[in-house]
């Protein structure tokens, strides 16, 4: 905010009963992350090439063209400034708009790290690292997402040269919705079927050079464009999906990734002890970062309808005195401060989650697999459930503000349209509950046999006790006690599953079973992932956590997730036995209590995401709160007001009125 300017939010900031500065700490992970973080957004917000104010008003071509000069620049600042990978990474996260860069740095080179061998990534990381080759990750296909064992583009070895033939045999083969392919890449990690000697071995991944180093024109054999305009004006079409098709495209035979599976000169395949899942790496790792962004992009809309909400005045004026902010409004209360307190806990969730990948990757590079199933549904589930709940949230802040939340400098519209890919992209939402549910059900199958369950699903072991267990809650204080929570949580997840676990032992062929069972087995999965939500939320609590008062509002916002979960699972919560209606009612009248505790502090809380101006692209998130006169003002710079006539009167309303007095006088 400029210095001495009005601050319309000052009073909703003076209530705040926490250290807002310590806050921001505590949600950035730590102070230097605070300084990266604050230090970049600054530098992005005050370099006019990085502005985006007017993005929805760009021809699609007009849109790309200033991505690749975003990301052009943002390169060039990267290499002068000598930023820090982290620093790196944050100024992409501010200059907010999606690019082939992402998929560069995000999958391309993840994906050669992860299933390149030593001598792979000697050759191609140092490339990479320099953007002298520019990569995406084409695995999707027109006939086959979800499918991944599905695909049908092929990699045939031909010994006698020494390379793999790669070819695109059917329509539906064609790799569609690879990011950077349409009209960027050099390069491609991308997925095939390998065919050895007539043997098929799987899917794999492999390194093609798609265009040019010179022209960038595309190499022989090689079919590639953009796929064409997605959902929103501006939003996603910043990135240039793709299309692919490979007629009999000859690579090296060491361009195939192969950490997993070996083909030697002699055409013989060799399997390395490494499983064969760490072809799918790239995606636990990319899911893992997809649960981080969840939380931002629920902040960032949950800042801007609550900023809104303090601001925004309807009825219940007294005497002439002002009306009533809508923040006040006890069901704006209950459809918003969830949303707060998912940020938070979403935010905390993602940060385990990192720990945990790091934790698996270590692992893996020692050749211990043994973490990697748990890791794998962790991933799966939790991108599934925050990517879900996202969505739906900034659909929900939009509402929350009103009419004025439909106009796109709310910068809502356009955050849903740029984010709700998210529920699709890396794995369909429920495909990945899908995943889930099968690693519980094989938990749950195995617990007669003696193997201890560790863990996330560690719960699983006090079987005997959660499936019987009753909650001992007798009034609404018993619900701000997070081992109450927890073994509430715990028995309906654990119940859950093993009802779906009795229900497939019934049928006679288990993937019929599974089949027939998948809606149940679906919302067992998501019970389980809200049950690690909530306990990594709880358990952060146990940290240190400096600053005044800013535990104590932790601890409301974790008792609010929580309770707010139950309410809206109610029914899960009772047709499982692990709570009556009784303690449900009092669960909900916590919840209550809970939203006047936060009200006074909830502007507070929105301001400790450090979000700048900038990066909100919101007229009605601003941080001083001076909605009106910039509302009012920007809508005279649309450009439909550049002129008070408006282009095409002459031709089409003109003779319309014209029309209408010649007929009034007939
Ligand atoms: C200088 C620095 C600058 C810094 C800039 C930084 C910028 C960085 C930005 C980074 C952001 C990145 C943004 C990216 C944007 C996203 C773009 C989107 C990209 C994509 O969408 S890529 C395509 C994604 N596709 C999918 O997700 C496909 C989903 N399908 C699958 O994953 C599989 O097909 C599926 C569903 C798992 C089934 O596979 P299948 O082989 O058929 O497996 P089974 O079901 O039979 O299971 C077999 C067995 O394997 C286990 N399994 C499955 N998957 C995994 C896994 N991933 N890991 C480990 N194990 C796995 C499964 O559990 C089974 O186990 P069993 O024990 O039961 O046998
Ligand atoms: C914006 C965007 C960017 C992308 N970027 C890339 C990229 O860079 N590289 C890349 O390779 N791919 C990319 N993709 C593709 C993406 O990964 C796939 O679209 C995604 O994995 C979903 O697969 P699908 O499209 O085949 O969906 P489908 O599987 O066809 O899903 C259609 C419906 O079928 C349901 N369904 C499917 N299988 C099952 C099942 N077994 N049981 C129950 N229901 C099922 C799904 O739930 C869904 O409702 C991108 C996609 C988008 C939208």
Known sequence: MEVGAPDYLAGERQTAEFDVESMKVTWAGSRHALEVSDRMARLVASDPVFRKDNRVMLSRKELFKNTLRKAAHAWKRIVELRLTEEEASRVRFFVDEPAFTDLHWGMFVPAIKGQGTEEQQQKWLPLAYKMQIIGCYAQ????????????????????????????????????????????????????????????????????????????????????????????????????????????????????????????TR??????????????????????????????????????????????????????????????????????????????YAFRFVSEWLKSLYTDVTEKLQRGEFSTLPEAHACTAGLKSITTSATADAIEECRKLCGGHGYLANSGLPELFAVYVPACTYEGDNTVLLLQVARFLVKTVSQLGSGK????????????????????????????????????????????????????????????????????????????????????????????????????????????????????KHLGDFLSTGSITPKQGALANDQLRSLYSKIRPNAVALVDAFNYTDHYLSSVLGRYDGNVYPTLYEEAWKDPLNDSVVPDGYQEYIRPLLKQQIRNARL
């Open 140 to 263: 999707t296909e027109l006939g086959h997402g979800s499918n991944v064992q599905g695909l049908e583009t092929t990699a045939t070895f031909d010994p006698k040269t020494d390379e793999f033939i790669i070819h695109s045999p059917t329509l539906t083969s064609s790799k569609w919705w690879p990011g950077g392919l349409g009209k960027v890449s050099t390069h491609a990690v991308a997925y095939a079927r390998l065919i050895v000697d007539g043997q098929e071995h799987g899917v794999h991944g492999f390194i093609v050079q798609l265009r040019s180093l010179d022209d960038h024109m595309p190499l022989p054999g090689i079919t590639v464009g953009d796929i064409g305009m997605k959902f929103g004006s501006g939003a996603y079409n910043s990135m240039d999906n793709g299309v692919l098709r490979f007629d009999n495209v000859r690579i090296p035979r060491d361009q195939m990734l192969m950490r997993v599976l070996q083909v």
């Open 452 to 567: 201890v369950p560790v863990g996330t699903t560690a719960y699983m072991g006090r079987a005997r006790h959660l499936i019987q267990c009753k909650s001992n809650v007798q009034s609404a204080e018993d619900w701000l006690n997070p081992q109450v929570v927890v073994e509430a949580f715990e028995a309906r997840s654990l119940r859950m599953s093993v009802a779906c676990a009795e229900n497939l032992a019934k049928f006679p062929n288990p993937e019929e079973g599974f089949a027939q069972l998948a809606a149940d087995l679906v919302e067992a999965a998501a019970a389980h992932c809200q049950l690690i939500v909530v306990t990594k939320f709880f358990e952060k609590l146990q940290q240190d956590i400096p600053g005044k008062g800013v535990k104590k509002q932790l601890q409301i916002l974790s008792s609010v997730y929580a309770l707010y979960i139950l309410h």
């Open 266 to 343: 002699e055409g013989k395949v060799i399997q390395s002890d490494v499983p064969r899942q760490l072809i799918y790496g790239t995606m636990v790792f990319v899911r893992q970062t997809i649960v981080a962004d969840a939380s931002c992009a629920l902040s960032r809309a949950v800042c801007i309808a609550t900023r809104y909400s303090a601001v925004r005045r309807q009825f219940g004026s007294q005497n002439g005195g002002p009306e009533t902010q809508v923040i006040d409004y006890k069901t704006q209360q209950s459809r918003l401060f969830p949303l707060l307190a998912s940020a």
